[in-house]
């Protein structure tokens, strides 16, 4: 009998005022921000840690506000994924991979972004990398140059990831095709230029998958994208694939409601929010 997949749900930060309210009771402190997010979801994208790499001392406050279920995917350091060759980034792969093994059991499946212009024809480069990661650290892979969506680069690359028991991103962009919001926060066209028109295949590679929903601001007009979501989150955990999903949006304070009513239609809810000790300061 097949061990259903373990499934993840959250968002692309965990820090956000207009949160208050919702994720967090009003009056909370931005340093319980993530004591309260935690209580909420399981995971968030840790995409800070492309800029720069966390002070350990910061490490150490992440892992205290959080019970033990609770997994960061950190998005691998810039000067990683967008470097001139990955094969000249041994010491800052080596740099990023140190200081995140102090999150322990709390580090989840990081994320390689690789640019637009990262190309099919880089695949044996991608390949050199893979081999210096280390295989007890989960990790996915993305790409957007288009040529990765066609064959064979596509089969390609899933071939490689597999072989290193890596998971393929997948980015959905289409609710940002479901219509404007009038006084939205950021004007949709804009958010549509910003994010890469690539295509959603759907893709469960090295035994995970990782999506990652840019939603809409008007949360009922995702409902029909949500409902396949939840469809097809279910036959991959029947699988035994292991899942994690992020919710994102445009306007961020919709970002969370979007996640929640993900997890509602999987009936899903994190595992051990309750076990952590309450951070009466944690910055």
């Avoid at 956000?16 to 340093?31: E, F, H, K, M, S």
């Avoid at 919001?181 to 804009?190: I, N, S, T, V």
Wanted: aromatic share 10%; proline share 8%.
């Amino acid at each position: 009998m097949t061990v259903p997949g373990r499934l993840r749900i959250g968002c692309a930060v965990w820090a956000y005022a207009g949160w208050l309210g919702d994720v967090y009771p009003r009056g909370t402190r931005a340093g319980d921000y993530l004591w309260h997010y935690a209580r909420r979801f399981d995971t968030v994208e840790g995409n800070t840690t492309f800029y720069a790499l966390p002070e350990a001392t910061t490490v150490a406050r992440w892992v205290a506000a959080t019970p033990e279920t609770f997994r960061f995917c950190c998005k691998v350091s810039r000067d990683i994924s967008h470097a001139t060759t990955l094969d000249a980034t041994g010491a800052a792969t080596a740099r990023f991979v140190e200081r995140l093994a102090p999150l322990g059991v709390r580090l989840g499946r990081c994320f390689l972004q690789l640019p637009p212009g990262f190309a099919p024809a880089r695949l044996a480069e991608l390949a050199r990398w893979l081999a210096r990661w280390p295989a007890t650290m989960p990790l996915a892979v993305e790409v957007r140059h288009l040529d990765w969506f066609a064959e064979p680069a596509s089969a390609a690359l899933d071939a490689l990831l597999a072989d290193h028991r890596v998971a393929r991103v997948t980015m959905d962009v289409r609710p940002l095709m479901l219509g404007d919001l009038p006084g939205a926060e950021e004007d949709l066209h804009r958010a549509r230029d910003r994010k890469p028109d690539v295509p959603c295949v759907p893709a469960a590679v090295g035994g995970a998958a990782f999506v990652r929903y840019i939603g809409h601001p008007d949360v009922p007009r995702n409902a029909a994208l949500l409902d396949g979501w939840a469809g097809r989150i279910t036959a991959w955990r029947r699988a035994g694939i292991d899942v994690d999903i992020f919710a994102h949006c445009p306007v961020e304070r919709s970002s969370p409601q979007i996640a929640a009513a993900l997890a509602a239609r999987l009936g899903h809810a994190p595992d051990g929010a309750d076990a952590a000790p309450r951070q009466t300061r944690l910055f």
